[in-house]
């Protein structure tokens, strides 16, 4: 059971309990998000309700808009912590983007987890991404767990860090920026590079080349040896910034490949 202390004289023995999870969902929820409100921008009804009784047994305070119109009226009355936004809405193929956009210039610091049912292409991720996207997310492609576990991160972060970095121990990777970064310096990655290490970044397990190539990141028809080739490039252009960072950060085992921290 996850617990907070309460701080305050006369609660120092007390605690706040965060509500019980549903059975079988294991997500990161830090006490600190208890009751922070999250807005859901879907247009499917399935799948807003789903996020809605998620986030709301998880202990949040789940807002829901089907538009981009309606969204932009709730935020300018209502104060959220972050945002599950939806990419393609009903109004046009743009109109997740241009909620973004919008989003990013009356609240730039505000998380914004980007959701999309498309197929994942390195184009939209680092569109989404140049336009403030916090996180992004392909329907189906990660547990939901996953997508509320770098929720709960966001909000954490928004106050203590960049959001939508990622560190492994001593490397920083920023997909916006598109760069991997030491203390002793930094290399730009390919548009490519940067969806596969983003992918990599967000699951929970390592990936094979097949789950690479399903995820999108290459060719349907793609042979495994061109993603194993990609790969030894990544590490090339990883042991550009430091001797040994490519192996040492990017990892290939019989399950697949998978970052750690160095």
């Known amino acids: 059971m996850e617990k907070r202390r309460t701080r305050g004289s006369t609660r120092a023995n007390r605690e706040t309990r965060l509500p019980p999870l549903p059975p079988g969902l294991e997500v990161y929820r830090p006490a600190e998000v208890l009751g922070s409100a999250v807005l859901v921008v879907e247009d499917e009804s399935a ?3 789903q996020l809605r009784i998620d986030l709301q047994d998880l202990g949040y305070r789940a807002l829901v808009s089907s538009s981009a119109p309606d969204a932009m009226a709730l935020l ?6 972050g945002i599950l936004l939806d990419l393609v809405l009903d109004e046009g193929e743009d109109s997740g983007f241009d909620l973004l956009t919008w989003i990013r210039s009356r609240h730039p610091g505000l998380p914004v987890i980007v959701l999309s049912a498309a197929q994942v292409n390195s184009a939209a991720i680092r569109r ?10 392909v329907k189906g492609n990660v547990p939901m767990a996953h997508i509320y576990s770098d929720l709960a991160a966001r909000l954490i972060e928004r106050g203590t860090g960049r959001p939508g970095t990622y560190n492994f121990g001593r490397v920083e990777f920023d997909p916006t920026r598109r760069t991997v970064r030491t203390e002793t310096g930094e290399v730009r990655l390919t548009p490519q590079q940067t969806a596969l290490v983003l992918h990599l970044a967000q699951g929970s397990k390592p990936a094979t080349a097949r789950d690479l190539i399903e995820a999108g990141l290459f060719r349907t028809d793609a042979a495994h040896s061109t993603v194993h080739s990609a790969m030894l490039t990544l590490r090339r252009r990883l042991d550009e910034l430091e001797h040994g960072l490519g192996t040492g950060l990017l990892q290939a085992s019989a399950r697949g490949y998978s970052l750690v921290r160095v």
């Open 47 to 49: 799948m807003q309700q």
């Open 76 to 81: 300018e009355q209502e104060r959220v912590a």
């Open 128 to 137: 989404a991404y140049e336009l403030g996207a916090s996180s992004y997310f």
